[in-house]
T-cell receptor, first 112, second 114 residues
Framework: AQKITQTQPGMFVQEKEAVTLDCTYD???????LFWYKQPSSGEMIFLIYQGSYDEQNATEGRYSLNFQKARKSANLVISASQLGDSAMYFC?????????FGKGTMLLVSP | KAGVTQTPRYLIKTRGQQVTLSCSPISGHRSVSWYQQTPGQGLQFLFE???????NKGNFPGRFSGRQFSNSRSEMNVSTLELGDSALYLC?????????????FGPGTRLLVL
């Protein structure tokens, strides 16, 4: 079983600044995946980035990067150059044996 | 490729009724998972199907059931609806059930139980 902790209920950032959203996880699985999803007010969960437990390099996808520190069991999401459209809920999730376990989420608000 | 589609997008039901939600996965994806999202409980796993077989089930009462068809489309059913079943129901598909497979979500079905 996995447990995901997102300690920041809300974050504010100004447009064009970078922001880090925190995520720590707890799992007994040797092989697992870590994911970040974005959920705008419309409700759809949008996949952002994935990190495998055996990947040595941090994952990057455009403006998104995942700061993976396995020993600390942390998988923080870094958004560079924030845009107004980045305002949304962000969920960290871990997979094990095909089910996803989600954190409570962080609401990100980007101001002009 | 078309994304995951869910129908209907919105539903209003009354207590005691039953409801069926439908999910069509991305073409080629054989694994379909369902999640319930509420303000109080967050995102919770309901069940997962692969090749028409339920592989995993979350901690939900037997009123929640599902199935998957040979074309990978999936339905979930909730019988004897309760007020607490009001939620956003999200369906996700992936190529397989491996932990490293990315799950892609549909737009969700918003269910309101009166």
């Amino acid at each position: 079983a996995q447990k995901i902790t997102q300690t920041q209920p809300g974050m504010f950032v100004q447009e064009k600044e970078a922001v880090t959203l925190d995520c720590t996880y707890d799992t007994s699985d040797q092989s697992y995946g870590l994911f970040w999803y974005k959920q705008p007010s419309s409700g759809e969960m949008i996949f952002l980035i994935y990190q495998g437990s055996y990947d040595e390099q941090n994952a990057t996808e455009g403006r998104y990067s995942l700061n993976f520190q396995k020993a600390r069991k942390s998988a923080n999401l870094v958004i560079s150059a924030s845009q107004l459209g980045d305002s949304a809920m962000y969920f960290c999730a871990a997979s094990g044996y095909s089910t996803l376990t989600f954190g409570k989420g962080t609401m990100l608000l980007v101001s002009p | 490729k078309a994304g995951v589609t869910q129908t209907p997008r919105y539903l209003i039901k009354t207590r005691g009724q039953q409801v069926t939600l439908s999910c069509s996965p991305i073409s080629g994806h054989r694994s379909v998972s369902w999640y319930q999202q509420t303000p109080g409980q967050g995102l919770q796993f309901l069940f997962e199907y692969f090749s028409e077989t339920q592989r995993n089930k979350g901690n939900f009462p037997g009123r929640f059931s599902g199935r998957q068809f040979s074309n990978s489309r999936s339905e979930m059913n909730v019988s004897t609806l309760e007020l607490g079943d009001s939620a956003l129901y999200l369906c996700a598909s992936s190529l397989s059930y491996r932990a490293q497979e990315t799950q892609y979500f549909g737009p969700g079905t918003r269910l309101l139980v009166l």
